[in-house]
């Protein structure tokens, strides 16, 4: 059974085993959803393709059923921004609203007590986008 926590799940997710992209049967590169296998359950995250948000589902026994993409996606292998992250856990994740009050996209950080990474998925024309999110250094202001 789904958790409707929002977001869903356990606040801390540990050991991410397995990370599944599912993309439009028609084309590799459409991806619909992605799917977190960690210790405590499947995270995983979809694009509605009727308004272009993302729908986050959480489960701790078996993969999330697919709301909008069930007979149209097949699995694919993920790329390299999946490289090392293996065995990461997840502290913190967001939804992230648009100034016209959609939910369109999701934030996730995986990482170590020393390092971490961060991906966004980002819904839009009916698919999810992909972002690796990089710090920025500040610059230090000069002492006088």
Same mark, same amino acid.
């Given at each position: ?12 997710? +540990? ?8 993309? %439009? ?11 977190? !296998?960690? %210790? ?23 993969? *999330? ?10 699995? +694919? ?38 390092? +971490? +990474? ?18 920025? *250094?500040? *610059?230090?202001?000069? !002492?006088?």
């Amino acid at each position: 059974m789904a958790h409707d926590l929002f977001p869903p799940g356990p606040s801390v997710l +540990t050991n991410l085993a397995e990370v599944v992209h599912l993309a %439009h049967m028609d084309d590799p590169s459409w991806l619909v959803a992605v799917q977190f !296998r960690f %210790h405590e359950g499947y995270l995983q995250v979809e694009a509605d393709p009727d308004d272009d948000t993302v729908e986050i589902s959480f489960d701790p026994q078996q993969r *999330p059923q697919l709301h909008h993409w069930v007979s149209d996606s097949v699995p +694919t292998q993920p790329d390299q921004h999946y490289a090392g992250l293996l065995g990461m856990a997840c502290a913190w994740r967001w939804v992230l609203r648009n100034q016209q009050g959609y939910e369109d996209a999701f934030q996730i950080e995986l990482g170590t007590p020393s390092s +971490t +990474t961060t991906l966004q998925y980002l819904a839009m024309a009916s698919r999810l986008h992909v972002r690796h999110v990089k710090d920025v *250094p500040i *610059p230090q202001r000069a !002492r006088s």
